[in-house]
């Protein structure tokens, strides 16, 4: 059995345990955001503990439709569906919102591994278009075998409008099929560039997982663990494949959203050739990572800006977002964001290996903070102090969770971790 990432063990490897707040994954319908957040807490109360994904709190006590994606070898679990912006039909199997326990037995290897992944977003307002390239690797256990790939996806976000690979256009029915909570390409090959097209809108994302916007500060952000990746654009969402993102080109009106964020290091900025009222802006991560650690931030936001030399004399440029009126209460967030680099360096003799270290703080985040690499999303009640008005225990907690989230010997011993 592939051994995932240590920072996702507590998800994983809880799914055999007991309930009701360990050993599954439930499908609630939660009736508020901070139920849901009370839901993730109770479950942080212990080593091991599952997180439990809310659904949709617009839409309380729905009917949710279950189906288990691992009928087939490798499939991935099949999140709750609603016909919102559904592409697939409301004829599958229905069961009233209890929690469904899904155990570790029932996951195996993927047939597929995406080795490389290129992601194109187009922002507009109502409606965002995600082009999804991967390459794929066959797992030799596989290899006499013709088994399917089941990509998970969330139909309740996702509208599909085209699948290829290799340049040639599948046929639905014919090439995949596409059900409640997955993609199914029934005639994959190794090496194969699998294409997909979604349309997305990220203005009704209430459940801040995926890519949502926060209408209060017009920011686009994205939060993927545990399973919102698979809100953004269909592919095998587990922390066991790790791939390359190659490019994340990242689109928008350039008045209105100035900044353009990815993880890794950025490539490639400009004007829109056909539009010079919009720009661009290209990031690569060349190191693998599981999708729960995919970022983006698209919004006008303001930053403070500093660098930190690394032991063999790097230059590393850091940055740290906010909206533009609390830029004033960023500054000890840099210094602490400079003495955790350090102490990674002087304990454990780690050293951060990107060109850029971005921090951005976020009013409407479910969580406290989230260790993106290069690209780490904050609640501002964990970046935002000012000496005027913070409290010794407001700088204590900023310095705390900051320590805890930029540690890079979490991506050599925990997240970044794959095959031992």
């Known amino acids: 059995m592939r051994l995932v990432s240590a920072a996702s063990t507590w998800f994983w490897w809880s799914l055999s345990t007991t309930p009701p707040y360990r050993g599954s994954v439930a499908a609630w319908a939660h009736p508020s955001r901070a139920s849901a957040i009370r839901s993730w807490r109770r479950t942080q109360s ?16 729905i009917t949710t439709t279950i ?35 899904y155990f570790r037995r029932d996951y195996q290897p993927l047939p597929f591994t995406v080795d490389q992944v290129a ?53 639905e029915g014919v090439d995949y099929e596409l059900a409640p909570g997955r993609l199914l390409l029934k005639t994959p090959v190794d090496g194969a560039v699998v294409q997909t097209v979604v349309d997305l809108v990220p203005e009704e994302n209430t459940q ?48 209105r959203y100035p900044i353009l964020l990815s993880n890794g290091n950025r490539l490639d900025q400009g004007t829109v050739p056909e539009d010079d009222s919009r720009h661009y802006a290209i990031w690569s991560d060349p190191f693998p990572k599981p999708s729960y650690l995919f970022a983006a931030v698209v919004g006008k936001l303001g930053s403070i800006r500093d660098s930190y030399t690394t032991v063999s004399g790097k230059k590393v440029q850091l940055e740290v977002f906010s ?61 935002l102090a000012d000496e005027g008005t913070a409290t010794d ?12 989230e930029v540690r890079i010997r979490r991506s050599f011993s925990g997240h970044l971790v794959d095959d031992v």
């Open 119 to 171: 992601l194109d977003f187009v922002i507009r307002d109502g409606r965002t278009t995600v082009t999804t390239k991967m390459t794929l690797v066959a797992n030799p256990r596989y290899v006499d075998e013709p088994i399917p790939l089941v990509l998970d996806g969330d139909e309740t976000c996702l509208q599909l409008r085209s699948v290829r690979m290799n340049g040639q256009e599948l046929r």
């Open 46 to 61: 212990g080593l091991g503990h599952a997180w439990t994904p809310p659904q949709c709190p617009s839409r309380p006590g």
């Open 208 to 255: 801040l997982s995926g890519l949502y916007k926060d209408e209060a500060s017009a920011m686009y952000c994205t939060q993927c663990e545990a399973m919102g990746f698979r809100r953004i654009t269909y592919y095998p969402d587990r922390p066991d494949n790790m791939a390359t993102f190659t490019s994340v080109r990242l689109e928008a009106d350039k008045e």
């Open 323 to 383: 909206e533009p009126r609390n830029v004033h209460k960023l500054s000890y967030a840099m210094e602490s964001l400079q003495r955790s680099m350090q102490w990674d360096e002087q304990r454990f003799g780690l050293e951060y290996d990107l060109e850029l270290y971005n921090v951005v703080a976020v009013d409407s985040f479910n969580m406290g903070a989230m260790e993106n690499k290069g690209l780490n999303v904050f609640n501002t009640a964990y970046v």
């Open 67 to 101: 189906r288990q994606a691992h009928g087939y070898r490798g499939g991935a679990l099949a999140p709750p569906a609603t016909s919102l912006h559904s592409a697939v039909g409301t004829d599958a199997e229905s069961v009233t919102s209890t929690p469904v326990e």
């Open 393 to 404: 225990t407001d700088f204590e907690r900023v310095e705390g969770v900051i320590g805890h």
